[in-house]
């Protein structure tokens, strides 16, 4: 879809979020994009009113984190799968409420219309926002738990430069300590002696990452709902963004082989059983497909 790659490759998240979710599920749940984007711009002249925006800095940055979560009322759940509601951003714009990943992706974009140079970040487990903070010899981090990190700076002219960034939980605006994100990192991959979290695990994830990370939730939730066309729509889009992902075809399979198209699923079956013969998988799937019934249905 050329809208949406184009979308990705401008950076544009919330815009190529919307742009998602309207292909999944606009045929029934009509998604108006541009009240969506004009929703963005009045909370972005409401924040400037309301946190008194006038510099990028991390005391502007303290009262944009009250205004998002306070003013605005944003929340988040950790069951991703859970609802469409918190995965669908049109949705997540009207109810106030989603997924680290979405929440994180209205964040930053609103951030961004504020000056914030402000990152997601695919940290293991759970999505995260980064924020680089401007270098000035008072720039209101007191009270904040500043990361000095050699992250690749947002700087085209220092690449691998020193910094210092706020990194904050998009669930609920909270800013993490060093300690709470190696604890986090450790929670999820597994500890080995002498080993420290890797600073690749807080650089920026690109916009096709983040846009990926949101489709597997469409059509988690989708799947979960048991709105199986919609959710075969949002995982064609998840084979345009990663067309030799076997997973992908293999899920489109499964979705096929359920709305009644066995001929069309034992071609993304037989895919996957090529691509990936040693997973345990593949041979339940070459079982089910000896014994698939691809005869058409009698019409009468």
């Known amino acids: 879809m050329q809208s949406l790659e184009q979308a990705i490759q401008s950076n544009q998240l919330l815009y190529a979020g919307l742009i998602a979710s309207q292909h999944s599920v606009g045929d029934v749940m009509p998604v108006n994009v541009r009240e969506c984007l004009q929703q963005l711009n009045r909370w ?8 008194h925006i006038h510099q990028p800095d991390a005391n502007a940055l303290k009262r944009f984190i009250q205004f998002f979560y306070r003013e605005l009322a944003f929340s988040g759940t950790h069951n991703q799968g859970d609802s469409c509601q918190h995965s669908l951003m049109h949705e997540v714009m009207s109810y106030r409420s989603g997924t680290p990943v979405t929440l994180a992706i ?19 487990g759970h999505f995260l926002l980064r924020c680089e903070l401007t270098h000035t010899a008072d720039n209101g981090l ?69 846009i990926v990370h949101m489709l597997n939730q469409i059509k988690a939730a989708l799947i979960n709902a048991k709105r199986y066309e919609q959710a075969l729509r949002a995982i064609e ?60 249905p009698v019409m009468h």
């Open 237 to 296: 889009l998840l084979i345009t963004l990663c067309p030799n992902n076997p997973y992908e075809r293999r899920d489109r399979g499964v979705l096929l082989h359920e709305l009644q198209c066995p001929q069309l699923a034992i071609i993304d079956y037989q895919y996957f059983i090529r691509q990936c013969p040693q997973d345990p998988a593949a041979t339940l799937l070459a079982h089910q497909v000896k014994h698939m019934n691809t005869t058409p």
């Open 106 to 124: 209205v964040f930053s974009s609103l951030a961004k219309r504020l000056g914030f140079k402000v990152s997601c970040i695919n940290f293991p």
């Open 142 to 210: 007191a009270g904040l738990p500043a990361v000095l990190a050699d992250c690749q700076s947002d700087r085209q002219n220092t690449p691998g430069s020193q910094g210092q960034y706020l990194f904050i939980d998009p669930l609920d605006g909270r800013v993490l300590s060093g300690d709470t994100l190696e604890k986090m990192y450790f929670s999820v991959i597994e500890d080995i002696d002498n080993e420290s979290m890797p600073k690749e695990a807080l650089e920026p994830a690109s916009s096709d990452e983040v």
């Open 44 to 51: 972005s002249n409401r924040a400037k009113h309301f946190a």
